[in-house]
């Protein structure tokens, strides 16, 4: 069973339109929550870490969120160059990152 | 500062051969975690090593494997190549000498590898 559900997996919005993408988790003894930005055929880029649940933290456009049991990434008044796939990955005591499949967002003009 | 850095960025092998890909992680960091990203299964950790020591290993056939030098350097190797071993090979670098899943980590560009 998978341990980083994401969802939607695609999601269009119009440029402005705010939303918000999900990534639950049932790992046990959280070490870390990661979100990161892939642009096609690139290498995912690291956006935020948290590691408590009411932790927040904020960059340009983007905020995440946690709770025990999910992230939350929130876009504010998005543009077409946020267009990207989101991934989420939770660390685990002794494991490496597990990682979601990822949102695919697409901001449209 | 210099990123991540993989070797080569696209690659085209035949069914039954042997690849080398290669990783320089941030200058400083010590840690260095490889995965494997195709559109079905998404991002899968093959392994992790922290000062020339294997620490971490994913789910692959022994067909996979890896090291580390001494400058923290990385290499992957995948023998006997099959077709399903097409896909985009991502090295990763983190800073301190913890457990993997409590560092953020850092990912290069990938090596893009087409086995035909």
């Not at chain 1, 956006?47 to 649940?53: P, R």
């Not at chain 2, 500062?1 to 320089?24: D, H, N």
């Not at chain 2, 990203?37 to 998404?42: D, L, M, S």
């Not at chain 2, 067909?63 to 985009?88: I, P, Y």
Request: glycine share 10%.
């Amino acid at each position: 069973e998978d341990q980083v559900t994401q969802s939607p997996e695609a999601l269009r919005l119009q440029e402005g339109e705010s939303s918000s993408l999900n990534c639950s988790y049932t790992v046990s003894g959280l070490r870390g929550l990661f979100w990161y930005r892939q642009d096609p055929g690139k290498g995912p880029e690291f956006l935020f870490t948290l590691y408590s649940a009411g932790e927040e933290k904020e960059k340009e456009r983007l905020k995440a969120t946690l709770t025990k049991k999910e992230s939350f990434l929130h876009i504010t008044a998005p543009k077409p160059e946020d267009s990207a796939t989101y991934l989420c990955a939770v660390g685990e005591a002794g494991t490496a990152l597990i990682f979601g499949k990822g949102t695919t967002l697409s901001v449209s003009s | 500062k210099a990123g991540v850095t993989q070797t080569p960025r696209y690659l085209i092998k035949t069914r039954g051969q042997q690849v080398t890909l290669s990783c320089s992680p941030i200058s400083g960091h010590r840690s260095v975690s490889w995965y494997q990203q195709t559109p079905g299964q998404g991002l899968q950790f093959l392994f992790e090593y922290f000062s020339e020591t294997q620490r971490n290993k994913g789910n692959f056939p022994g067909r996979f494997s890896g090291r580390q030098f001494s400058n923290s350097r990385s290499e992957m190797n995948v023998s006997t190549l099959e077709l399903g071993d097409s896909a985009l090979y991502l090295c990763a670098s983190s800073l301190s000498g913890r457990s993997v899943s409590g560092n953020t980590i850092y990912f290069g560009e990938g090596s893009w590898l087409t086995v035909v």
